[in-house]
């Protein structure tokens, strides 16, 4: 009959001191005794084992045996669960630059730094590139086309920007958001330059030239920053607009000649075509 490894640890005195005995290998046969030898250091023992009364007697006399190999390591446990992300830091940094001594908190209603009116405050910080809009305190123009006549427009670059997409129809979805009216505003002015147009004869363009004693950066609002601005400003009666339709910077989706407008006498949304004249109210970010 042959018995499982097993592991023995003793300790005992001789004239070169304490020896540890490591890993013993034995096997009792049917009936009998069988002696097993190990060896650690240079002494030499000897282990026996009664199969009946399982009795262990130790012998430090005989030969000294090898040392078998060791057992093969078991298998890496499972790595335990990820920890849960924290929740990402606010960009917002509330600012004390507005009102008309420039110390005043900066909030809904109250004068903006570039002269104009707070109609957006970022208090969640969702946006990166600013914290505050501002609309400018009057009208940049009482009546412009979106854009000019100028032939630089399409998929191809080459068609008429009054009809046509500035770019592509991927673009115009791109252009509504609150956040996108400084970049669409962008796009609008870089396609007019390229057809040489004047910054007078199309929404953007006159927007970009608008200017206050104490700001120059004033842009076309996209869709939902001329949403907000109505909401915030148009209906409480913190800022004074015309009964009339107002330019945004966005392109309606699906259909290439028509702008995003809103009517500021009830806040109806409008597609008007690129051609028609509509009011512009310029804002800002900070």
Not at 265 to 280: F, H, R, W
Request: proline share 5%.
């Amino acid at each position: 009959m042959v018995l499982p490894l097993h592991t023995l640890e003793k300790r005992f005195s001789s004239g070169l001191g304490k020896v540890l005995i490591g890993v013993l290998i034995g096997s009792i046969i049917s009936g009998g005794v069988s002696a097993v030898s190990g060896a650690v250091s240079t002494k030499a023992v000897t282990v026996c084992a009664d199969k009946r009364t399982q009795i262990l007697r130790l012998n430090s006399s005989g030969p000294a045996g090898a040392i078998g190999p060791a057992g093969a390591s078991g298998p890496a446990g499972a790595s335990g669960p990820a920890g849960a992300i924290g929740p990402a830091g606010s960009s917002f940094v509330e600012q004390s630059v507005c009102g008309s001594n420039g110390t005043t908190l900066c909030e809904v209603g109250v004068q903006g730094p570039g002269g104009g009116v707070i109609f957006f405050v970022d208090s969640a910080g969702a946006y990166a590139d600013f914290d505050y809009l501002e609309a400018a305190p009057t009208d940049a123009s009482s009546g412009i086309a979106w854009s000019a006549t100028v032939s630089v427009c399409g998929a191809d670059g080459v068609s008429d920007c009054k009809i046509n997409y500035l770019e592509a129809k991927a673009e115009a979805l791109k252009s509504s958001a609150i956040g996108a009216g400084a970049v669409a505003s962008e796009r609008i002015k870089f396609q007019m330059d390229r057809g040489s147009a004047l910054a007078s004869a199309y929404a953007a363009g006159v927007a970009g030239t608008y200017v206050t004693p104490t700001a120059q950066d004033w842009y076309l609002p996209s869709y939902e920053e001329l949403s907000l601005m109505y909401a915030n400003l148009k209906v409480p009666a913190l800022l004074s607009f015309a009964p009339n339709t107002y330019w945004s910077s966005s392109e309606l989706a699906g259909i290439p000649a028509l702008g995003r407008a809103m009517y500021f006498l009830d806040g109806s949304p409008s597609g008007n075509t690129k051609a028609s004249s509509c009011n512009v109210r310029a804002i800002r970010s900070f």
